[in-house]
Antibody, heavy 119, light 107 residues
Framework: EVQLVESGGGLVQPGRSLKLSCAASGFTFSNYYMAWVRQAPKKGLEWVATISTSGSRTYYPDSVKGRFTISRDNAKSSLYLQMNSLKSEDTATYYC????????????WGQGVMVTVSS | DIVLTQSPTTLSVTPGETVSLSCRASHSIGTNLHWYQQKTNESPRLLIKYASQSISGIPSRFSASGSGTDFTLNINNVEFDDVSSYFCQQTQSWPNTFGAGTKLELK
């Protein structure tokens, strides 16, 4: 059974950093692109980052480029999101998602982890 | 950026009805369009990939069509369990973007 379990969320002050983790199981992690998607309270979905199977290629929207870094450890079947210089508008539930191909939909999602940026 | 416009914003239907949800792209995206269902307090679930391709385990009452800029998700014989928000997503170009969603309610 495919499972994606996020961790590392919490309350953080503006300008500080936080690192999210996503533990994957039930599939060959190194064969899949992976992504982070967020959802602000009562809002829609926003793509945050994608990483290639080897980790050599990463993609970000302008809203987080230069502040967020996606990475992966295939040996540990783990995905990460390092978030720096956090802003109040980064407050959201963050989901990790499996991405079978670069152009494909996200076929499995984690349960999500809440990040609140507030002083 | 490619903007996806979903309509209607909210749809109120009677169980057993057939409904159509629209997603329009600001630029042509071929068939790199995917549909998700999200129930309250749950993670999104992939319903349809590449505009019309079905997903294993998804009820057959969900179908979709379209290419280029106009896409439609159809739900036949709507059931109580279908109460959710439905989002479309394009993966044609970066940044990948989502529509704002259609909320399906039952009368």
């Amino acid at each position: 059974e495919v499972q994606l379990v996020e961790s590392g969320g919490g309350l953080v002050q503006p300008g500080r950093s936080l690192k999210l983790s996503c533990a994957a199981s039930g599939f060959t992690f190194s064969n899949y692109y992976m992504a982070w998607v967020r959802q602000a309270p009562k809002k829609g979905l926003e793509w945050v980052a994608t990483i290639s199977t080897s980790g050599s290629r990463t993609y970000y929207p302008d809203s987080v480029k230069g502040r967020f870094t996606i990475s992966r450890d295939n040996a540990k079947s783990s995905l990460y999101l390092q978030m720096n210089s956090l802003k109040s508008e980064d407050t959201a539930t963050y989901y990790c998602a499996r991405h079978p191909t670069l152009y494909g939909g996200y076929d499995y999602w984690g349960q999500g982890v809440m990040v609140t940026v507030s002083s | 950026d490619i903007v996806l416009t979903q309509s209607p914003t909210t749809l109120s239907v009677t169980p057993g009805e057939t409904v159509s949800l629209s997603c329009r792209a600001s630029h042509s995206i071929g068939t790199n369009l995917h549909w998700y269902q999200q129930k309250t307090n749950e993670s999104p679930r992939l319903l349809i990939k590449y505009a019309s391709q079905s997903i294993s385990g998804i009820p057959s009452r969900f179908s979709a069509s379209g290419s280029g800029t106009d896409f439609t998700l159809n739900i036949n014989n709507v059931e109580f369990d279908d109460v959710s928000s439905y989002f479309c997503q394009q993966t044609q170009s970066w940044p990948n973007t989502f529509g704002a969603g259609t909320k399906l309610e039952l009368k």
